[in-house]
């Protein structure tokens, strides 16, 4: 089915389903160590995170036996390997559910090795990351083919599930750096803005040069913030207890995820000057971008970081103050972490605006490539 009509195609639909399910399963996975410890291999964070790679592997495999069995009358669009066929999505969709699939077993034998996890991104999570960020943009590539093979304007079914993709692709981004962004309490030293400025502005600008909506960018952040947002009120709902020593802080019922980082304004800032024309701006645009990204980031995190560390915002709506129960609670989780050691400067600053210059002309590339995807 093409993209002209008025209903997505199954496997569009599942990739969607796939994506999402990653995005709630990594959210409810960290809150589960940080509130009960590592369980069984079958917990239901790590499900989620099982059903992701069965139907986005499903689908893409689906559609690459599709296209070998039809051989010459899918040859246009489909991709050669192994004497198979098929679309680069499915493909890129089959490889992200086999890391998956790899990490589970994987991350099975690290924890009965070493226990809980020191750190977020150990070994097997970050196969299991590669995974899921694999499928997310194996997702996107079977939407934008469809979505660029079709001769008139897409139906907007189609350009929603396009950015809606994007944003999920967005909250997997957020975890590549969770351990020096996730809290607000680092959102007052540089180091902050610096990984903020190589992470996000090349998925946001891609995606504001390559979907067929305007405000694209600021859709796909809205998007993410949604889902966090969905998971840091639902979560707290649930009872729980720690069954892993040592219990630093007993708690009852599931940590909430932290509040997601406020993506929209500078989402709208990553876009340069003239990303929607073709030929793409040149480095003197992508420089007034990264300087307006960064500009807005710290507009947005600065002022906001320091009300998520108020008492005002203890509360269920913004979930501040929710800590683990294998975390040393003190004075020190109302303050901002590195002011002294890793000031906010100018200096600071113009890294990390170089730093976003640098992924913003990325992310003007793979736009481009992703607008002309077709097979």
Known sequence: MRGDGTALPWHVVAVALAATSATVGLIWDVSWHRSIGRDTFWTPAHLALYLSGILGGGAGGWLVLKSTVAGAADAPTATPLWGLRGPLGAWTCVWGALAMLTSAPFDNWWHNAYGLDVKVLSPPHVLLGVGLKAINTGALLLVAALQNGTRTTPHRRLVWAYVYLAGMLVGSTTVDGVELTGLPNRWHNATFYEV???????????????????????????????????????????????????????????????????????????????????????RAASAVGSVVFVALMLAAHWPFGAFLLSPYARNPLFGADQWGYSEVVNASRHEFWGVDTDPVTLPALGLSAVIAAAAIRIGLWLGDWVARVKR
């Open 196 to 282: 903020a400025a190589a992470s996000f502005p090349t998925v946001l600008v891609a995606t504001a040069r390559s979907a067929r909506i305007p405000w694209s960018a600021t859709l796909a952040a809205a998007c993410y913030m949604g889902i966090t947002l969905i998971m840091t009120w639902s979560l707290p709902l649930f009872p729980a207890t720690p069954r892993l020593a040592p219990v630093y802080h007993p708690i009852t019922h599931m940590v909430a995820a932290p509040f997601p980082l406020m993506l929209v304004a500078p989402a709208r800032g990553a876009r340069p000057p003239g990303a929607s024309v073709r030929p793409g701006p040149g």
